[in-house]
């Protein structure tokens, strides 16, 4: 089955740019997007279609994708950017079945 | 402004099924750009997709859970209903339902822009 691979953790200090990966063999063929999940709350979306950023979400959110990697950038993490942190994209055998990755846990100290 | 709520029972007991409603409001089910799909999480682990349903009533649903899982919709009542049978206590998890929206014609690119803030689901004896 297809599986979308992100490293489990990633820690940073503030200010440092985070980039978090994700990487599918399908990737070239399909639009990422990516998710924040703090604790207690629903996820939010922070990119979608690779690199578009929803209104609202601060500049220092991007994303871009190359062959089969997908990559969120936080550039001048701050502490409240400490989060898990999803990509997401659908299956290309013809359906709309979503697939989720494993999650990045990053910490900002 | 599209929201979206889920509810259903906190507690289900192990081989019941589970019927979980997703409530939205804010633009009719039957707008075309008003699909809908259920998530989980179950604690300490990443978020799962499992299952989809769009304005003009395709379905799909994750391959490990599709003997148990199904998706369906009533408009006139804006709701979006998911059963899951024969439950287990693995399947105690947070379950959410968003707004899927389509980045193709087909929608077999999508993301969720809109989500509901979850209903919590035990699955004890």
């Known amino acids: 089955s297809y599986e979308l691979t992100q490293p489990p953790s990633l820690s940073v200090s503030p200010g440092q740019t985070a980039r978090i990966t994700c990487s599918g063999d399908e990737m070239p063929k399909k639009y990422a997007s990516w998710y924040q999940r703090k604790s207690g709350q629903a996820p939010l979306l922070v990119i979608y279609?690779?690199?578009r950023r929803p209104s609202g979400i601060p500049e220092r959110f991007s994303g871009s994708s190359s062959g089969t990697m997908a990559t969120l950038t936080i550039s001048g993490a701050q502490v409240d950017d400490e989060a898990d942190y999803y990509c997401y994209s659908t299956d290309t055998k013809g359906e709309h079945r979503g697939i989720f990755g494993g999650g990045t846990k990053l910490t900002v100290l | 402004q599209v929201t979206l709520k889920e509810s259903g029972p906190v507690l289900v007991k192990p081989t019941e099924t589970l019927t979980l409603t997703c409530t939205v409001s804010g633009s009719s089910l039957s707008n075309a750009k008003m699909s809908v799909s259920w998530i989980r999480q179950p604690p300490g682990k990443a978020l799962e997709w499992l299952a989809y349903?769009?304005?003009?009533?395709?379905?799909s649903y994750t391959t490990s859970l599709s003997n148990r899982l199904t998706i369906s919709k009533d408009t006139s009542k804006s709701q979006v209903v998911l059963t899951m049978s024969n439950m287990d206590p693995v399947d105690t998890a947070t379950y959410y339902c968003?707004?899927?929206?389509?980045?193709?014609?087909?929608?077999?690119?999508?993301?969720?822009?809109?989500w509901g803030k979850g209903t919590t689901v035990t699955v004890s004896s």
């Open positions: 279609e690779d690199s």
């Open positions: 968003a707004r899927t929206y389509c980045s193709s014609p087909s929608c077999y690119d999508n993301y969720m822009d809109v």
């Open positions: 349903i769009s304005a003009n009533d395709e379905k």
